[in-house]
Each structure stands twice: as C-alpha cells, then as structure tokens.
C-alpha cells in the first residue's frame, strides 16, 4: 500500500492525506473526514486545523510527486515498462502488445484508454494516462501480485504533466502526428515537444521504435539513438505488402532480409501499423518473430476499434476514430474493400478543440457517399453550435443533421443495402453520453446488436 494517498473517501488507517487544489474540489476542505478515515498526517498549502501533524508545503501536487518519485520509483522500475506516444493507434497498439505478451505466457499488465486489466482485474481509468499517484498505486498491486512486465499508453497531456515521473521505459513507440488536442497545445510544434518528452523517461540502454512513414518520427530519431524503424517504405520493420477484407488482413513483413507472411483478426491499413508495432515491441522484448506470429491468431482489436458486425447483406464497424487524421483513415481503409456505398457517422466532442470541426466534416463529406452528423459528448456546449462549426468545412450535399445519437444510428443502419459499410465513429469502446454535466448510459456497439435483434424478430 503506498504510504500517500488525496481522495479523503479512499484514505485507509496510516496513510498520509496530500490536500490537493484541483480545479472544482478543494482537498483541504476535506481534511477532517481522511482523518476520520485513518490518515495519521497531512500534507497541505495553508495552516489548517487537525488532530494530527500537518506539514505545509508550497505546492502539495509537486510534494507529491517527488515522494512518490524518490521513495517508489525504484521498486516501480523492477517492471519491465513498454511505453507507446503518438495522436492515434495507441490503445490498438497496446492492447495487442497486451494480448500477445498474455499469450506468450508473460505476466502483463496493460494500462490506457480502455482501463487498467492485470489477470482477471479491469478497473476503469478517468484517462488515458491517468494521475501519477493512481499509477503508481496500480503498479506497485500488480508488481506485488507477480506482474513483470507493464504496457502503457503515455499521452501528451500525461508528458506535459510529468504523470510518469520516476518511471523508466525499456521499450518505447510512436505511431504517428496528427491534428488533435489543439485546444490544450495551443500548436503542432507544441503538441510534438510534449510527445518528444517521452525519450526523457526512456532507459539509456532502452529500444525506441518509430512510424518510419510519419515524418515527426525524424525528430525522435535525432534525439534518441538507440532507435528503429516499422514502415511500408524501406524500414527495419518493413512492411512490403498487405492485402484486407472487413475481417482480416494478410502481412508480408521483410525483417533483417526475411520475409515473414502473417494473417491477423484486423482490418484496414493503419491497423497494419499498430499490429507491427506491437510485434516489433515484442520481438525486441526477446521474443522471436515466429514465436509472436503463432500467437497472431489469438488476438483481436480492442472493443470499439473497427469492431464489426453483419448487419443485413452489409457491415456496420464501431470505431474510436475522433481526430481528422483518424477519420480520415478509417474511410480510406475501409474504402479499399468495400463493393458498395460507404456510410459514415460522426461528430465531435463538446468543449474540445473546436479547429479539427470543420476539418472533419469536410473530410467525412469528401470520403463518404452519405454522412449523418450528430451529437458526440456535446457536454456543456451547445450541439446545434458544434454542428455549425462542422459545417463549415462542408462543399458537398451528401450530408444530414440528426442531433439525437439513438436516432442517428437507425438511419445510418436503415441505409445499408448489399455490400454497404456504415461507418459509426467518435465514441468505441464508451457506454456513456456526457450531455452537460451529466453521464448517460449510451453504447454504439449496444445500438448495433439492438437493431440486428429488432431486425431478426421482423
């Protein structure tokens, strides 16, 4: 158990209670009820009343930081820790690197978007990287109940806010560079030093694998040395050809002058990239390239990344896809093999970086037959408002507006004739709708296998 903790609700008898001022919860106006709860002593910015020591220090989240750094970090750093940065693939990325390293009996955890899963264990995350008291809290468990090996989704926001201070990457990734998180960034130049930050954190005698095709991955190059390369033009990892249906897609891989054939549960041309970085990760973890493409078969995209299903003589595919890079991308690959219409669902998040509306919209529009916008986690913001800025990135006329999520996917499903694909993007593996401050139970893949049931009873 670590000897801190700043949830007063979560406090346990002899832990430590840091007060931390956050943006809408004050932690020293919960002072009395961590103590209730057994914290022997406090951690605060200002002279507050307890019954127990109570130190003062300038600043208790940088207090915080640097304990756990110094009285954890070396045991933490027992783990072998893969880390993975990049705008889109991560989560596929690490779930696959998950799932295999699992196969291939090691003990694994995995940590990211969709969680934190170790055995049997899935605990839901607020983030993608979440706070570094929470990971170091769920690595030194999984440490303490055999883990050997930690594979994690370092995001920018995490980078920018030093969440994976103390920690040492033996093997690191990046996929790729794309348009995104303008809002807290402010510009691409930025976004890319916040990613860069990751080789800070990397183990000196470390591997450090790069998306050859993408061109931020230069700048990676020139600062870390001990670095290779995964990419369709000539790479160390190089991915000669690849062949897909909307179930499986066939790999020829050139590695160190062999060619290996490998056939895996995924779909689509970015998913090349994220299932050859995870072998690359894992090969240079010390296991062989055939050992890992045995195990190939095994493995399947992570919920809400191009989950599929039939539905009539036509696919429906739930996708994560939320950035332009990303949309962008589902609509090419799934392009590429369908024989009929493309249909696409999307929106964009409220109180996000509202740039990337009218880029997304005209993207969708270009790509698509038939586009239906509609609400994505419009949180406090008003959906008519993130509607209009979508818009007015839209030249074409194969578009409509239905705000009402529910009512958006009927349509979109009711579109299919033979062979058509509807594409329903921006939420994946989420069950939720954030409308204002409130969370309502809301899941694509739910609508999906609603439909096809209503479908199979008519």
Known sequence: MLKYETDSRKVKPGQTFVAIKGHTVDGHNYISDAIKNGAVAIIAEKEVEASVPVKIVPNSSEYLKEQLVNEY????????????????????????????????????????????????????????????????????????????TVVMEVSSHALALERVAGLK?????????????????KTMEEYLQAKLKLLNYMDTNGI?????DDLASQSFQKIFKNTKTIGMKESDYWIKE????????NILLEYQNQNYTIETNLTGKFNVYNYLTALAIIHEYGFSIEE????TNKIYPPKGRCETYKVKDGYAV????????????????????AKGKIITLVGCGGD???????????????????????????????????????????????????????????????????????????????????????????????????YIKKCEEN
């Open 73 to 148: 970090s070396e045991e933490l750093n027992k783990l072998k820790i893969i880390g993975v940065t990049g705008t889109n693939g991560k989560t596929t990325t690490c779930y696959l690197t998950y799932q295999l390293l699992k196969s291939l009996n090691v003990k694994v955890a995995y940590m990211g978007t969709i969680g934190f899963f170790f055995e049997e264990e899935k605990i839901e995350l607020p983030n993608t990287t979440p706070e570094i008291l929470t990971i170091y809290k769920l690595f030194l468990e999984a440490l303490e109940k055999g883990c050997t």
């Open 169 to 185: 990457f033996q093997i690191g990734a990046f996929t790729n560079l794309t348009e995104d998180h303008l809002d807290y960034h």
């Open 208 to 212: 450090f694998l790069v998306n050859h």
């Open 242 to 249: 690849y062949t897909f249906d909307p179930i499986k897609t």
């Open 292 to 295: 890992i493409t045995l195990n």
């Open 318 to 337: 739930v996708d994560y896809a939320h950035t332009p890079d990303a949309v962008e991308k589902v609509i090419d690959a799934y392009k590429e093999l």
């Open 352 to 450: 996000r970086d509202p740039l990337k509306r009218p880029i997304m919209g005209r993207i969708a529009t270009e790509k698509s037959d038939w586009v239906i916008f509609t609400n994505d986690n419009p949180r406090t913001e008003d959906p008519e408002k993130i509607m209009q800025d979508i818009i007015k990135g839209v030249e074409q006329t194969n578009y409509e507006v239905i705000l009402d999520r529910h009512e958006a996917i009927k349509k979109a499903l009711d579109k299919i004739n033979k062979e058509d694909i509807v594409l329903i993007l921006g939420k994946g593996h989420e069950d939720y709708q954030i409308l204002g401050h409130e969370k309502v139970h809301f899941d694509d893949s739910e609508e999906i296998k609603n």
